[in-house]
T-cell receptor, first 114, second 114 residues
């Protein structure tokens, strides 16, 4: 099992460009999440999908959109990138059964917006 | 409003010493408190977790102590090793909310020196 995979690993964008970050999990998890990690700020939730077909805003959703394409895949889109969106983005997934809340994280995408 | 406050921001410990990281929370509805460990260039990974019905949980050299009345919990790393050098995040979740969201502290960078 690959666990949670993210593409790309690195990306440089110019202000105003758009891009989609891809995430896939092969653990048959119901819930998936997108976080951003900035120095000294910890991990902040952008959007999450509690189950296939549903998405909800997290703490910092502005400037982002998401799509839960199917049970395996959850993408994050930046429509018009801004320098404030320079960050490391992590996707995570978790199972809901057995009251397990462990979230499994992907390796991250390091995004720079110039 | 930060719901989980973590201290210290950074910590330097001698090999063989005890590392202690503290967290405090505000939301009394939180009922699950995990700690995540993150190595440079990697995604966070679950280290150990506790529920508020117990005051302490130990797994190997790692112990969580939980004080419900004070709304505080801490991670103790006994016999700290250079391989423990990483960033540690505490987190909290409200299972009753149904969304399985985790609220993270800002992280503690631990350096264990030989």
């Amino acid at each position: 099992n690959a666990g949670v995979t993210q593409t790309p690993k690195f990306q440089v964008l110019k202000t105003g460009q758009s891009m989609t970050l891809q995430c896939a999990q092969d653990m048959n998890h119901n819930s998936m999440y997108w976080y951003r990690q900035d120095p000294g700020m910890g991990l902040r939730l952008i959007y999450y999908s509690a189950s296939e077909g549903t998405t909800d805003k997290g703490e910092v959703p502005n400037g982002y959109n998401v799509s839960r394409l199917n049970k395996r895949e959850f993408s994050l889109r930046l429509e018009s990138a801004a320098p404030s969106q320079t960050s490391v983005y992590f996707c995570a997934s978790s199972a809901r059964q057995k009251a397990l809340y462990e979230q499994y994280f992907g390796p991250g995408t390091r995004l720079t917006v110039t | 409003q930060q719901q989980v406050k973590q201290s210290p921001q950074s910590l330097i410990v001698q090999k063989g010493g005890i590392s202690i990281i503290n967290c405090a929370y505000e939301n009394t509805a939180f009922d699950y408190f995990p700690w995540y460990q993150q190595f440079p260039g990697k995604g966070p990974a679950l280290l150990i977790a506790i529920r508020p019905d117990v005051s302490e949980k130990k797994e190997g050299r790692f112990t969580i102590s939980f004080n419900k009345s004070a709304k505080q919990f801490s991670l103790h790393i006994m016999d700290s090793q250079p391989g423990d050098s990483a960033t540690y995040f505490c987190a909290a979740s409200n299972s009753g909310a149904g969304s399985y969201q985790l609220t993270f502290g800002k992280g503690t960078k631990l350096s264990v020196i030989p």
